[in-house]
């Protein structure tokens, strides 16, 4: 009996032991991914300005996982501003990593007031970014993209009061880095484009509009209405005032 007993103890210690070491195992592999999964995709960023770099002074971090498989796949960087009782934080970049792949997908830089400035994002999880977005006062103003995935943009959007109201876009690829060169430009109303203008031959004019009729039609029945409307108030407050006139005599 004594025999059996110690080697029950033996046994049990073992598996406790590898137990443990299975645990450590997994929290340093877990250490390991969490590191690698914010930190090691920096090549990513191709207009970072060191707003993203939490090595330096002043700088602090936040990291937390939103698909629960307890890996970071947000990051956040502060900057100090103030000293003193006036010390404060102010976000200045945020790094985001959509697919758990490890690898950043969406980067968006702030100024120093937390407003965004512009974001970086690879739609397709490519690793390259296609699709930049700036912002103005905290506003979008102008998205551009590489729709096709050759690394030239060949799509701008221009956003008015949180709208898109005209896209862009190089259809014959003639655009280069420093001369952008359309030969395509739609234009939106209410979320719905109109009009559509089309440069066939590449001189930068536009040689064939298309348009969305049934809006337009709808456009105008909805003209011709108001005028009905405020012909009938017309007509009818003339009416009343006579009905008035002829009673008091």
Same mark, same amino acid.
């Given at each position: 009996?004594?025999?059996?007993?110690?080697?029950?103890?033996?046994?049990?210690?073992?598996?406790?032991?590898?137990?443990?070491? *299975?645990?450590?195992?997994?929290?340093?592999?877990?250490?390991?991914?969490?590191?690698?999964?914010?930190?090691?995709?920096? $090549?990513?960023?191709?207009?970072?300005?060191?707003?993203?770099?939490?090595?330096?002074?002043?700088?602090?971090?936040?990291?937390?996982?939103?698909? =629960? #498989?307890?890996? !970071?796949?947000?990051?956040?960087?502060?900057?100090?501003?103030?000293?003193?009782?006036?010390?404060?934080?102010?976000?200045?970049?945020?790094?985001? #990593?959509? &697919?758990?792949? /490890?690898?950043?997908?969406?980067?968006?830089?702030?100024?120093?007031?937390?407003? !965004?400035?512009?974001?970086?994002?690879?739609? $397709?999880?490519? =690793?390259?970014?296609?699709?930049?977005?700036?912002?103005?006062?905290?506003?979008?103003?102008?998205?551009?993209?590489?729709? &096709? =995935?050759?690394?030239?943009?060949?799509?701008?959007?221009?956003? *008015?009061? $949180?709208?898109?109201?005209?896209?862009?876009? #190089?259809?014959?690829?003639?655009?280069?880095?420093? $001369?952008?060169? !359309?030969?395509?430009?739609?234009?939106?109303?209410?979320?719905?484009?109109?009009?559509?203008?089309? #440069?066939?031959? =590449?001189?930068? &004019?536009?040689?064939?509009?298309?348009?969305?009729?049934?809006?337009?039609?709808?456009?105008?029945?909805?003209?011709?209405?108001?005028?009905?409307?405020?012909?009938?108030?017309?007509?009818? /407050?003339?009416?009343?005032?006579?009905?008035?006139?002829?009673?008091?005599?």
């Amino acid at each position: 009996m004594m025999r059996i007993w110690i080697l029950s103890v033996l046994v049990l210690g073992l598996l406790g032991c590898g137990s443990s070491h *299975q645990e450590r195992t997994a929290r340093a592999q877990s250490e390991n991914r969490r590191s690698s999964s914010m930190s090691g995709s920096t $090549n990513h960023a191709t207009n970072d300005q060191g707003r993203c770099d939490a090595s330096q002074p002043g700088r602090e971090t936040s990291e937390y996982d939103t698909s =629960g #498989d307890d890996i !970071p796949d947000v990051r956040k960087v502060f900057i100090t501003l103030g000293e003193g009782r006036d010390a404060h934080l102010i976000l200045v970049c945020r790094e985001a #990593d959509l &697919n758990g792949d /490890g690898t950043k997908d969406v980067v968006r830089y702030y100024n120093d007031e937390g407003r !965004p400035l512009r974001e970086e994002s690879d739609r $397709n999880f490519d =690793g390259t970014m296609d699709e930049i977005t700036i912002f103005e006062n905290g506003r979008i103003v102008r998205q551009e993209m590489d729709t &096709n =995935g050759d690394g030239r943009v060949d799509m701008k959007v221009f956003w *008015q009061d $949180n709208h898109p109201e005209r896209t862009e876009r #190089d259809m014959a690829g003639r655009s280069t880095a420093t $001369n952008w060169q !359309p030969d395509r430009w739609e234009y939106f109303e209410n979320g719905r484009m109109v009009r559509m203008g089309t #440069d066939l031959d =590449g001189d930068g &004019n536009v040689d064939r509009w298309d348009r969305d009729q049934e809006y337009q039609d709808q456009l105008e029945a909805q003209r011709r209405r108001e005028e009905n409307q405020a012909a009938n108030a017309a007509d009818g /407050g003339v009416g009343d005032g006579g009905a008035g006139e002829g009673a008091s005599g």
